[in-house]
């Protein structure tokens, strides 16, 4: 059965400083990873997307990597802002029927 | 930009009550989803939906659950009778193809007394 976890369960940092969140899974065979953003008591919003056979994903200040072998993603978050304080998910995908396994998450508060 | 949509945001409802949660997937996605989290917990998996049909559930999806696609655009999670534990903020997901990525609506939270 898949696990996920994401360490640090919770980090706090003051604004503009570069960060990086983990996260794990059990089971290497996956289809791909998902990272997400979610605010306080709203929905999932997706953030990159990583298909097994890519290696890393950028969109503007975020840069996900994946290590499949090794079952390691990492989120890196360059230039913090307060705006970007919330609770980041990742979660893999078999593929088979794409039902996501999410991990706990990681809490993030960026200080001014 | 195209985004899932949910009805209603938030529902009470008593124990042993009837509740439908609908859903409005991207209008050209083609696999639908329903996951819940409990407060202070993972996000779970329910079930997927694809072509009218379950393509797979989880253990949390017993016989109290189902879903639908009642016309082309609506889809729907009822649950028949519901239970203190089923508190928790149900979210609908939909992509166009498998392994594609899932966009997730903004929530239903459902708190039963």
């Known amino acids: 059965k898949q696990e996920v976890t994401q360490i640090p369960a919770a980090l706090s940092v003051p604004e503009g400083e570069n960060l990086v969140l983990n996260c794990s899974f059990t089971?290497?065979?996956?289809?791909?990873l998902q990272w997400f953003r979610q605010d306080p008591g709203k929905g999932l919003t997706s953030l990159l997307l990583?298909?097994?056979?890519?290696r890393e994903q950028t969109s503007g200040r975020l840069n996900a990597s994946l290590d499949k072998s090794s079952g390691r993603s990492t989120l890196y978050i360059a230039a913090s802002q307060p705006g970007d304080s919330a609770t980041y998910l990742c979660?893999?995908?078999?593929?088979?029927?794409?039902?996501?396994?999410f991990g706990t998450g990681t809490r993030l508060q960026v200080t001014l | 930009e195209p985004e899932v949509t949910q009805t209603p945001s938030h529902q009470v409802t008593q124990m042993g009550q009837e509740v439908i949660l609908r859903c409005v997937p991207i209008?050209?996605?083609?696999?639908f989803y329903w996951y819940r989290q409990i407060l202070g917990q993972k996000v779970e998996f329910l079930v997927s939906?694809?072509?009218?049909?379950?393509?797979?559930k989880s253990e949390i999806f017993d016989d109290q659950f189902s879903v639908e696609r009642p016309d082309g655009s609506n889809f729907t999670l009822k649950i028949r009778s519901t239970k203190l534990e089923d508190s928790a903020m149900y979210f609908c997901?939909?992509?166009?193809?498998?392994?594609?990525?899932?966009?997730f609506g903004p929530g239903t939270r459902l708190t039963v007394t």
């Open positions: 979660a893999v995908d078999p593929g088979t029927a794409s039902k996501l396994t």
């Open positions: 089971d290497s065979a996956i289809y791909n």
């Open positions: 990583i298909q097994s056979s890519q």
């Open positions: 209008s050209n996605h083609l696999y």
């Open positions: 939906f694809y072509n009218n049909e379950i393509s797979e």
């Open positions: 997901a939909s992509n166009s193809d498998r392994g594609y990525e899932q966009y």
